[in-house]
């Protein structure tokens, strides 16, 4: 499936008992606190900075025990506010905070934007049609004289403390309530796919006072700002990169993502960059994981996997929207629909990613305030589906878990089965795309096996009578539509 474009739009073992997961409610419009009613799950506070598994590299761990799957939705203005007016409305963040955790979601993309003007005029997915302001961004708009948008001059060698104070205090709230934050340092489909937008970038030679122009070839795009040709842009990016790490280093909830959608240009950047960061941060008391996300357009999944970045997310090569490839631990994959189609996905993909050992994350469009519906109920099942599978994450021993979908019928299977050692598989859980049934091999296992159903639909739990491990069985979903499998021994 090809991408349309990234803001885009066109699109030990725990053996617990029996349970049921209340399904949410849906709503169109938001109740007073936004989100499904039910209870959310307890926070879970990282326990140091996440680094890859070192047993199981398709997952993170914060303690080098056990693994923590990342999962949630992640919406435009959530670090600079975006909108008509002037300034624009700040975003209620705590607000935000809330409704994920009621989804029991436990990450977030800290978006950046690097132009102060975004015009909406020709989005389709844009309920208000107007020019959007966007602020504060890291640089000091201090002049003299006035920029191209009317306001004063960037000074690219002063910082806008408010952008900093606001990334340090929202990822700090972010983990008091167990979210993670991929802080977002620049932000890449706008520079080719906003009409003109780099009129108004920061550096462009009218917006600043320092005579840094990025348009080397002057041809009003200004993609050289992704790439390496200019050594006095990549000075004031690097001194940038360089305030945000001091700002954030010391929170255990903290990833990096160098770019969204940066064009293909900018492969050699973005691996300078992620070295840079690495570099830097062996000098700091703590060092956290560093993505590189799907570059539009001119990318391929080729560059991310060949990155030196510890975190990727590709785009719909090779089936990540409708089959995903099984993650094999060459890096942590973010499965993000912002890269899979834009706003787009259902409660399918969610399930199929988690079953084939990705982790997997939403651009929600939350409010509505910048892009589509508030509050859209077409959303809420991957929304709730990402709880629920956090909440199957939590319960099984992730990290002995690999996806072996040869196992089953179905081909989605995640399982701590393996060839080495035979008789030593202790769980199993299977999804069924379609529902109906499932053969699953348990060939790996002994004895009693207990069995169970998940409804991802309804969010209820059914047991079933228990298997004699050490074959192959046929299984039966008792319900309707698609369904998740969970067998373990007791």
């Not at 039910?38 to 900075?49: D, F, I, L, T």
Request: with cysteine; hydrophobic share 40%; aromatic share 12%.
């Amino acid at each position: 499936m090809k991408k349309t474009g990234g803001m885009c739009l066109a699109l030990a073992f725990l053996a617990l008992p029996a349970c049921t997961l209340s399904a949410p409610r849906v709503r169109v419009e938001p109740p007073a606190t936004p989100g499904p009613q039910r209870p959310a799950a307890e926070s879970v506070r990282a326990r140091g900075p996440l680094r890859v598994h070192p047993a199981n590299p398709r997952y993170f761990t914060d303690d080098g025990v056990r693994a923590v799957y990342l999962t949630g939705s992640h919406t435009w203005p959530n670090l600079v506010d975006m909108g008509p007016g002037d300034p624009p409305a700040v975003f209620d963040f705590n607000a935000y905070l809330s409704w994920m955790k009621q989804y029991d979601h436990n990450f977030m993309r800290l978006w950046t934007w690097d132009n102060p003007l975004w015009d909406q005029t020709r989005q389709p997915l844009a309920r208000n049609k107007s020019v959007f302001r966007v602020a504060p961004l890291p640089w000091a708009r201090t002049g003299p004289g006035h920029a191209l948008d009317g306001k004063p001059k960037f000074d690219l060698r002063k910082f806008d403390p408010e952008y900093f104070r606001r990334l340090r205090s929202r990822a700090e709230a972010a983990g008091a309530q167990g979210i993670y934050v991929a802080v977002m340092l620049f932000e890449g489909w706008s520079k080719h796919r906003m009409p003109d937008a780099f009129r108004t970038h920061p550096f462009h030679p009218g917006n600043n006072i320092n005579g840094i122009n990025a348009d080397l070839n002057g041809d009003g795009v200004g993609l050289e700002t992704v790439t390496l040709q200019n050594p006095k842009v990549l000075q004031v990016q690097e001194r940038y990169v360089r305030e945000v790490i001091d700002t954030v280093n010391d929170l255990d909830n903290v990833l990096y993502e160098i770019a969204n959608e940066a064009p293909g240009v900018s492969t050699a950047w973005q691996y300078h960059l992620i070295e840079w960061v690495r570099q830097y941060e062996k000098g700091k008391p703590k060092q956290h994981p560093i993505g590189m996300t799907f570059q539009y357009s001119g990318g391929t999944n080729e560059a991310l996997f060949r990155s030196p970045a510890d975190w990727i997310s590709p785009n719909g090569e090779g089936g990540y929207t409708t089959d995903p490839p099984p993650a094999a631990g060459a890096k942590v994959i973010l499965s993000d629909t912002d890269h899979l189609g834009g706003l787009a996905g259902n409660q399918q993909w969610v399930w199929k990613s988690f079953l084939r050992g990705l982790n997997f994350i939403f651009m929600d469009p939350y409010d509505g305030a910048v892009l589509g519906n508030p509050f859209d109920a077409r959303w809420e099942p991957i929304r709730v589906a990402m709880g629920y599978v956090r909440r199957f994450a939590s319960r099984l021993d992730l990290a002995t878990m690999r996806p072996r979908g040869e196992l089953s019928s179905t081909r989605y299977c995640l399982t701590d089965a393996t060839a080495s050692r035979p008789d030593s598989a202790r769980q199993y859980l299977v999804y069924l795309p379609d529902g109906g049934g499932a053969t699953l091999n348990l060939s790996a296992a002994k004895g009693l096996l207990a069995v169970e159903w998940f409804n991802p639909s309804t969010g209820t739990t059914t047991a079933s009578p228990d298997v004699e491990a050490g074959r192959e069985v046929e299984f039966r979903a008792p319900f309707s539509g698609d369904a998740v499998l969970h067998v373990w021994a007791r």
